[in-house]
């Protein structure tokens, strides 16, 4: 409450009045006239009228005290004790803060950032987004419900953007311990069938790192070896990269017992490997227009070390020149067929008939290549149904289909069969799609008998045209036409040609992504695609087991014939394992060094010098199977001592202007009274 001016009159006028009454209060003192003070009295209560002196009173409202309670719901608290512990504090701080009316909670839950691939717990960003809106002055103190792992930590000697106390409440239990397995290094790239170098680490932490930790190494799913690693020191660990494309090795270590979680005790590193160059041998019967074909398309691809041998001089054709004599390269038979059989990744017959030329315990090494994982392509011709076809050898061990002896001559259009549709070799075709394809005919097929394999691809009449098989560990492709180089010289419009060969060699040599049955799954950003391959009927839901332990049960979406796809962003991070059926694969998705994995076990270490320097309390919530808080104690001022079982609150003591009151003291009849008062006075008594 003050006393304002607000002058009727400018303050010089004023001034000259006050002068002219002082002169007039003197002389009428001076010359000791009766009635001078009662006139002094009369002149200063008319000039403090004139001066309109009012009364202001403001109105002002006692401001809260604004406390943050910064909840971690990171992915480190997620786990069933932690998540029940921090729920029950949670509801008895709101609690115990409500019985204080002048007390204001803000409560901040911080997740991890779904935008990041590297998940991290950053409660002081939250803490400060919370108090921006807020004066310093009226922020009383914070409080952290955490496991005490947080990454975003400031300086100690950093100032706070507010002078109270910053209290922490720590889930989990005391003597907490955790094992984790980490890859340490490991290359990203690798080639196919030779040796790379890694390093793992295993880690206990919250105890003594000591003893020994069995490590399973797995690769694409089969366990490659079994380790025993020492916790703290590096493992040094070689492997082969088995094939080309994306390979998952999985490392899982032993769990210990009463450790914090699992969730951590396997990791995962993806390596594409690389075929350093695959070796072809092509072996043609004899010159003709398909074999162009098959050469420009192998001689095309850098990583095609082709061998290719066309038989120009069968024995019929043999006469009495010596072979030093002939400009002709003599067929190095043993060498191929026999020596360094096992070096080659794929032979092709294209259009070949057993004429003498490779004797025939050949043929037998051949079919036992492919029994041990070798991969053949006959590109068969009108020969293929003579009586000196190779099916006649002891090649048609492994041939999926025999010839009937009959070559079909008429125009068709190659078509994809109801299985070729789903099957990846043939699948989305260009120009498949239509009726009749969008591509040039072909005019001849050689009959087979009923096929052990998987018609992919049909002719005239619905006649096998090309044909996939296993056979033992290898595979085996017949393509039942010479045609195909139709539409490499365009013929009607051509076809793709060059799609469907290299697809073929590609599912020969094992190419993972041409696989009848697979399930892969990757991650693009927080997101994971899980890919389904199947020459069969919808496949059912996939089970996807989260880092945190859940599983969920997600159907997929057909994206086309033979192809089914998942797409879910993830809010957790970490290894997931995807699973359909007897196939399982690994995804992870974030970071995998993301610092929320590194470690797991609550600890106060890490909250203990900002409580200590702002006079605040770092405790343990656990008692038992229960949860015990400390007391709430506000106090005015600045907070000045530590108290070891109360978080102090320091109270603010700002308020907020709601009005003001304003009384003019000389308005209305009281100020008439004053001044009827002095000068009834002064007559009266000059009167007497």
Same mark, same amino acid.
């Given at each position: 409450?003050?006393?304002?001016?607000?002058?009727?009159?400018?303050?010089?006028?004023?001034?000259? *009045?006050?002068?002219?009454?002082?002169?007039?209060?003197?002389?009428?003192?001076?010359?000791?006239?009766?009635?001078?003070?009662?006139?002094?009295?009369?002149?200063?209560?008319?000039?403090? +009228?004139?001066?309109?002196?009012?009364?202001?009173?403001?109105?002002?409202?006692?401001?809260?005290?604004?406390?943050?309670?910064?909840?971690?719901?990171?992915?480190?608290?997620?786990?069933?004790?932690?998540? +029940?512990?921090?729920?029950?504090?949670?509801?008895?701080?709101?609690?115990?803060?409500?019985?204080?009316?002048?007390?204001?909670?803000?409560? $901040?839950?911080?997740?991890?950032?779904?935008?990041?691939?590297?998940?991290?717990?950053?409660?002081?960003?939250?803490?400060?987004?919370?108090?921006?809106?807020?004066?310093?002055?009226?922020?009383?103190?914070?409080?952290?419900?955490?496991?005490?792992?947080? %990454?975003?930590?400031?300086?100690?000697?950093?100032?706070?953007?507010?002078?109270?106390?910053?209290?922490?409440?720590?889930?989990?239990?005391?003597?907490?311990?955790?094992?984790?397995?980490?890859?340490?290094?490991?290359?990203?790239? &690798?080639?196919?069938?030779?040796?790379?170098?890694?390093?793992?680490?295993?880690?206990?932490?919250?105890?003594?790192?000591?003893?020994?930790?069995?490590?399973?190494?797995?690769?694409?799913?089969?366990?490659?070896?079994?380790?025993?690693?020492?916790?703290?020191?590096?493992?040094?660990?070689?492997?082969?990269?088995?094939?080309?494309?994306?390979?998952?090795?999985?490392?899982?270590?032993?769990?210990?017992?009463?450790?914090?979680?699992?969730?951590?005790?396997?990791?995962?590193?993806?390596?594409?490997?690389?075929?350093?160059?695959?070796?072809?041998?092509?072996?043609?019967?004899?010159?003709?227009?398909?074999?162009?074909?098959?050469?420009? *398309? *192998?001689?095309?691809?850098?990583? $095609?070390?082709?061998?290719?041998?066309?038989?120009?001089?069968?024995?019929?054709?043999?006469?009495?020149?010596?072979?030093?004599?002939?400009?002709?390269?003599?067929?190095?038979?043993?060498?191929?067929?026999?020596?360094?059989?096992?070096?080659?990744?794929?032979?092709?017959?294209?259009?070949?008939?057993?004429?003498?030329?490779?004797?025939?315990?050949?043929?037998?090494?051949?079919?036992?290549?492919?029994?041990?994982?070798?991969?053949?392509?006959?590109?068969?011709?009108?020969?293929? !149904?003579?009586?000196?076809?190779?099916?006649?050898?002891?090649?048609?061990?492994?041939?999926? !289909?025999?010839?009937?002896?009959?070559? %079909?001559?008429?125009?068709?259009?190659?078509?994809?069969?109801?299985?070729?549709?789903? /099957?990846?070799?043939?699948?989305?075709?260009?120009?498949?799609?239509?009726?009749?394809?969008?591509?040039?005919?072909?005019?001849?097929?050689? @009959? $087979?008998?009923?096929?052990?394999?998987?018609? =992919?691809?049909?002719?005239?009449?619905?006649?096998?045209?090309?044909?996939?098989?296993?056979?033992?560990?290898?595979?085996?492709?017949?393509?039942?036409? @010479?045609?195909?180089?139709?539409?490499?010289?365009?013929?009607?419009?051509?076809?793709? /040609?060059? +799609?469907?060969?290299?697809?073929?060699? %590609?599912?020969?040599?094992?190419?993972?992504?041409?696989?009848?049955?697979?399930?892969?799954?990757?991650? $693009?950003?927080?997101?994971?695609?899980?890919?389904?391959?199947?020459?069969? @009927?919808?496949?059912?839901?996939?089970?996807?087991?989260?880092?945190?332990?859940?599983?969920?049960?997600?159907?997929?979406?057909?994206?086309?014939?033979?192809?089914?796809?998942?797409?879910?962003?993830?809010?957790?991070?970490?290894?997931?394992?995807?699973?359909?059926?007897?196939?399982?694969?690994?995804? /992870?998705?974030?970071? =995998?060094? !993301?610092?929320?994995?590194?470690?797991?076990?609550?600890?106060?270490?890490?909250?203990?010098?900002?409580?200590?320097?702002?006079? &605040? *309390?770092?405790?343990?919530?656990?008692? &038992?199977?229960?949860?015990?808080?400390?007391?709430?104690?506000?106090?005015?001022?600045?907070?000045?001592?530590?108290?070891?079982?109360?978080?102090?609150?320091?109270?603010?003591?700002?308020?907020?202007?709601?009005?003001?009151?304003?009384?003019?003291?000389?308005?209305?009849?009281?100020?008439?009274?004053?001044?009827?008062?002095?000068?009834?006075?002064?007559?009266?008594?000059?009167?007497?």
């Amino acid at each position: 409450m003050d006393i304002q001016f607000a002058p009727f009159l400018p303050l010089p006028v004023l001034a000259v *009045l006050a002068v002219f009454a002082a002169i007039l209060v003197v002389l009428s003192l001076w010359r000791g006239l009766r009635g001078s003070l009662l006139r002094a009295l009369a002149l200063a209560a008319l000039l403090l +009228a004139l001066t309109n002196p009012t009364l202001t009173q403001e109105d002002r409202e006692q401001l809260s005290t604004i406390v943050p309670v910064i909840v971690d719901r990171s992915q480190s608290q997620d786990t069933p004790e932690r998540v +029940a512990q921090t729920d029950e504090a949670l509801k008895q701080l709101q609690d115990r803060f409500s019985r204080f009316p002048r007390i204001e909670t803000r409560v $901040v839950e911080v997740r991890d950032d779904e935008n990041s691939d590297t998940p991290s717990t950053r409660l002081f960003s939250s803490l400060s987004t919370a108090t921006a809106d807020v004066p310093p002055g009226r922020v009383g103190g914070a409080v952290f419900l955490t496991d005490g792992q947080i %990454h975003d930590l400031p300086g100690v000697d950093q100032t706070l953007p507010f002078n109270a106390p910053i209290h922490g409440l720590i889930t989990g239990r005391a003597n907490e311990f955790d094992r984790r397995v980490e890859v340490v290094r490991a290359p990203r790239f &690798g080639i196919v069938g030779e040796e790379q170098q890694m390093t793992l680490r295993v880690f206990d932490d919250g105890r003594a790192q000591g003893g020994a930790a069995p490590v399973t190494v797995r690769m694409n799913g089969e366990i490659i070896a079994n380790l025993q690693a020492t916790p703290g020191a590096p493992i040094p660990f070689s492997f082969t990269v088995p094939r080309g494309g994306s390979n998952v090795m999985e490392f899982s270590v032993a769990e210990l017992p009463g450790e914090v979680t699992t969730a951590n005790n396997r990791a995962v590193h993806v390596i594409d490997g690389i075929r350093q160059n695959l070796r072809v041998l092509l072996v043609s019967g004899e010159p003709h227009a398909g074999e162009r074909a098959w050469r420009n *398309l *192998l001689k095309s691809d850098a990583s $095609v070390d082709l061998v290719h041998f066309t038989i120009l001089r069968p024995p019929e054709k043999q006469d009495g020149t010596p072979i030093n004599e002939l400009s002709l390269i003599a067929f190095p038979t043993r060498e191929l067929f026999v020596e360094k059989i096992n070096d080659f990744d794929l032979i092709i017959f294209d259009r070949y008939q057993h004429r003498g030329v490779l004797p025939i315990l050949y043929y037998d090494y051949i079919a036992q290549y492919v029994e041990n994982g070798g991969a053949l392509l006959i590109a068969a011709g009108p020969e293929h !149904a003579g009586r000196d076809s190779i099916a006649s050898t002891p090649l048609a061990t492994v041939l999926p !289909a025999a010839p009937t002896g009959d070559v %079909h001559q008429a125009g068709f259009f190659p078509r994809l069969s109801d299985l070729g549709k789903k /099957h990846p070799v043939t699948r989305g075709l260009d120009g498949s799609g239509s009726e009749p394809p969008a591509w040039g005919r072909w005019f001849r097929t050689i @009959d $087979v008998t009923q096929p052990q394999g998987e018609t =992919v691809m049909q002719g005239d009449g619905n006649r096998p045209l090309l044909v996939l098989s296993r056979e033992g560990e290898g595979r085996v492709a017949m393509l039942l036409s @010479d045609q195909g180089w139709l539409w490499a010289r365009g013929f009607e419009g051509g076809g793709p /040609h060059v +799609a469907l060969y290299r697809r073929i060699a %590609h599912w020969l040599m094992k190419e993972p992504e041409l696989e009848e049955e697979a399930l892969t799954a990757r991650a $693009v950003g927080r997101t994971l695609e899980a890919t389904r391959q199947t020459i069969g @009927d919808d496949p059912g839901p996939a089970t996807i087991r989260y880092p945190s332990g859940r599983t969920e049960s997600i159907p997929f979406t057909a994206a086309g014939p033979g192809l089914y796809r998942i797409e879910k962003r993830m809010e957790e991070t970490g290894l997931f394992e995807v699973s359909n059926g007897e196939f399982s694969t690994l995804v /992870h998705i974030g970071t =995998v060094d !993301a610092p929320e994995f590194k470690a797991m076990i609550s600890t106060t270490e890490t909250l203990a010098p900002y409580a200590e320097k702002t006079r &605040g *309390l770092v405790t343990r919530i656990e008692d &038992g199977d229960s949860v015990q808080l400390p007391d709430i104690l506000p106090v005015r001022g600045e907070v000045r001592i530590n108290d070891p079982n109360r978080m102090v609150i320091r109270m603010t003591d700002e308020t907020v202007l709601r009005g003001i009151d304003t009384t003019p003291l000389f308005a209305g009849f009281a100020g008439l009274a004053v001044l009827l008062m002095a000068i009834s006075a002064m007559w009266w008594r000059e009167g007497r």
